[in-house]
């Protein structure tokens, strides 16, 4: 497997910190039409924090859920300036803090910003994980995926084995029409074997 990362683009952890937020329930294609503009006027938290709702809703109105979306995007670089400088923390609790921010959205921010072995676990993650058999039938909630894969797959490859299970759930392994002839692990994939129930 080549070297991955995201395929969000940004020019620094506050811009990847914006698009990731932008990017939930919505395509990174679409997020990645809508930041150059967005960040060309409001490149940092100050500037950011200082903005109205409605003029970054302006640029992001075409993402899901654009009115939630902007309102955390103020009040997300409003704590970033009042309580860390303008600065993303890079500390599980302090991200979980911060408005629009999950744990998945805090797991991508530690691992492609700070390089922590972490496992964000979106859509993608999880219906791979499921069907290549990483995990159980039992592992029934991103949470405990990201737990489960957590104990097998290596530390070191972690931070990387999440753009791994996200691109092969984006280009190969689809929701609708999965494209098995196309796919590597085709031959050891769990829904060959007998009695298989994938």
């Known amino acids: ?10 020019g620094s952890v ?7 937020i932008l990017s939930a329930q919505c395509t990174d294609k679409r997020v990645n039409q809508v930041t150059p503009e967005l960040f060309l006027h409001y490149p940092d938290a100050k500037t950011m924090s200082q903005a109205e709702v409605d003029d970054v809703l302006e640029y992001v109105s075409s993402v899901s859920y654009p009115n939630s979306k902007a309102k955390h995007l103020v009040e997300m ?16 609790n302090e991200l979980l803090q911060l408005p629009g921010v999950g744990r998945k959205t805090a797991n991508v921010i530690q691992a492609v910003a700070f390089g922590q072995a972490t496992m964000a676990v979106d859509t993608h993650v999880y219906r791979v994980s499921h069907r290549l058999g990483l995990v159980t039938k039992k592992d029934d909630t991103p949470y405990k995926v990201e737990k489960e894969l957590m104990k097998h797959i290596p530390e ?3 931070p990387r084995a999440h753009h791994w299970l996200l691109l092969h759930g984006r280009y190969v392994c689809t929701s609708r029409m999965p494209k098995c002839q196309k796919c590597e692990l085709e031959s050891f994939c769990p829904k060959n074997l007998e009695h298989s129930k994938l």
């Open 77 to 92: 670089s409003c704590m970033l300036m009042n309580k860390y400088g303008g600065e993303v923390p890079s500390d599980m």
């Open 156 to 158: 070191v490859d972690v």
């Open 1 to 10: 497997m080549p070297e991955v990362n995201t395929e969000l683009e940004f």
């Open 14 to 20: 506050f811009q990847l910190l914006v698009a990731v």
